[in-house]
């Protein structure tokens, strides 16, 4: 296994999706991508930003269920949780990691200015403020908006952007009313810290309203490879990210792809060993409460996906719901009830 060096391709990508002298980012365009034909057109706003709506009502009172960004963003903005269930998103133009089971489509992350917009902090927040203003009052809590979702492709190739919304917010007196949330594959520390300076990564820690979530590909080398093509020695760098960002002060979650290829006879018996494995790692190496603040994703076949797919990862997908059961096992058995909100696991800094 040898894979390619995402934290290579970052740098060569960061250049084609940044305009550092008109502060603007290349954000994915919808139209006539694989992706849009997941949407429905009132999900979309414009051609690069769209209403990502989180639960769905028979989910919401579930006790198991993921909080973020609802919980912190209620909590923090003062609203009720109903009103942070859907995210006014947008999406970076390229990307570090070839996920195969990624919604997005190819194009949408390639750093190709084709279907590409070139878009600044402060158009961003106006559109934001918009969409927020039109359904404010409407009767469907699903609706409204309060939260800006930073995602991508690869948030932390260009982390200005982050900086830039949180200026902008801040200028137009908003801190108090907007609520920012970031999405990252936690392989890119050189390059998110390398852009920054240390003046700049402060500010964005003392945001009060920003989160940041980092999407782990893997439980290990193996089946982070299996997921990402990248090469198995780039691993730990998730856990070295992460707790960089934990150790520097940011409010961070994080979840976990499981997907697993079982190859031969077996495997499955060491699927529990490898998760705690993983868990372990996670607790040694970051924080000891970051694992009570991961959730196992649950993988949607979306679109795009679809040409993507191999007989062995049709059964990774199959499997992958006796992935999160297991893993949310071994973390009840730490964290108990204090899953089901996951704000209120306090890190080192927090």
């Given at each position: ?48 930003a769209r209403k990502k709506i ?46 195969w089971f990624c919604y997005v ?203 993507r797919l191999t007989p062995e ?38």
């Amino acid at each position: 296994m040898k894979g390619y060096d995402p934290i290579e391709l970052a740098k060569r990508l960061r250049p084609k999706m940044i305009d550092l002298e008109n502060k603007k980012v290349l954000l994915a365009g919808f139209g006539g991508t694989g992706q849009s034909k997941d949407f429905s057109k009132q999900h979309l706003i414009g051609d690069w930003a769209r209403k990502k709506i989180y639960l769905k009502p028979r989910e919401k009172n579930l006790p198991d269920m993921w909080k973020e960004p609802a919980g912190i963003a209620s909590q923090n903005l003062n609203v009720p949780p109903d009103e942070c269930n859907a995210t006014f998103t947008i999406q970076v133009k390229g990307c570090n990691l070839a996920c195969w089971f990624c919604y997005v489509d190819d194009e949408n992350k390639s750093a190709c200015h084709d279907k590409g917009v070139w878009v600044s902090a402060e158009e961003i927040l106006t559109a934001f403020l918009v969409e927020s203003r039109k359904f404010q009052r409407h009767p469907n809590p699903d609706e409204r908006v309060n939260i800006i979702r930073i995602s991508g492709g690869e948030v932390s190739i260009v982390p200005e952007i982050i900086l830039w919304l949180i200026e902008a917010v801040e200028k137009w007196g908003l801190e108090n009313h907007v609520y920012l949330w970031a999405d990252t594959n936690l392989t890119t520390l050189n390059t998110f810290w390398g852009n920054l300076s240390r003046q700049d990564v402060e500010k964005i820690a003392a945001f009060r309203n920003f989160g940041i979530v980092g999407c782990y590909k893997g439980i290990d080398p193996e089946s982070y490879h299996d997921n990402t093509g990248a090469n198995p020695d780039t691993w730990m760098a998730q856990f070295l990210s992460h707790r960089l960002l934990v150790d520097t002060g940011f409010d961070v979650y994080s979840y976990l792809s499981p997907t697993i290829f079982f190859r031969n006879e077996g495997d499955e018996k060491h699927l529990e060993g490898r998760l705690r494995n993983f868990i372990m790692t996670m607790e040694h190496v970051v924080d000891p409460a970051a694992a009570g603040r991961l959730y196992p994703l649950e993988i949607k076949s979306y679109s795009p996906m679809e040409g993507r797919l191999t007989p062995e990862r049709q059964k990774a997908l199959e499997f992958h719901q006796k992935v999160r059961e297991l893993l949310r096992k071994i973390q009840r058995e730490r964290f108990g009830r204090s899953l089901d909100c996951p704000h209120d696991i306090p890190t080192k800094t927090k």
